[in-house]
């Protein structure tokens, strides 16, 4: 996924899954050229909102394994990493990433949702969990839209 490429680049190359707020905006913008300033500072939030990266005063922790993480010669992420996405964009792609096929996983989804009478989301937990696929991290969010 490029937004967990884009994320850990700046820690792959220090060396460490702990850096500055600064140190991370200057590693993406002038380091590497991929975004603007404000641009790098809103990935920040992005990769924040989906739980791959840790505030900690004026730190960032990476919550994810580094270690996964290979920049490939001339990669540049794409912008569509900067728009956060919702809680059921999140879902479907966990579903999607199990193997599922998009068009079946949105079909079987709404289908749920019209006969159980729920939240498009809650459907998609549902379908998530009957399938085997692991949405506990997005439990949360889903009740929050309840």
Do not use: C, H
Not at 11 to 34: E, P
Not at 108 to 121: F, H, K, P, R
């Amino acid at each position: 996924m490029s937004l967990r490429t884009a994320v850990g680049a700046p820690f792959v190359q220090a060396g460490t899954d702990r850096l500055g707020r600064s140190d991370f905006v200057v590693a993406l913008s002038l380091d590497r050229d991929w975004f603007s300033p404000d641009q790098a500072k809103r990935l920040i939030d992005v990769a924040a909102s989906e739980g791959l990266l840790e505030p900690d005063d004026d730190e960032l922790v990476a919550t994810f394994d580094l270690g996964e993480v290979t920049v490939p010669e001339g990669f540049t992420p794409d912008e569509s990493v900067l728009q956060q996405r919702t809680t059921f964009e999140r879902l479907l792609d966990a579903v999607v990433e199990a193997g599922t096929d998009k068009r079946e996983a949105v079909a079987a989804i709404n289908g749920l949702q019209s006969d159980l009478g729920v939240t498009i989301e809650t459907a998609a937990v549902v379908y998530a969990r009957r399938r085997g696929v692991s949405v506990d991290d997005q439990i949360d969010r889903v009740r929050e839209g309840l």
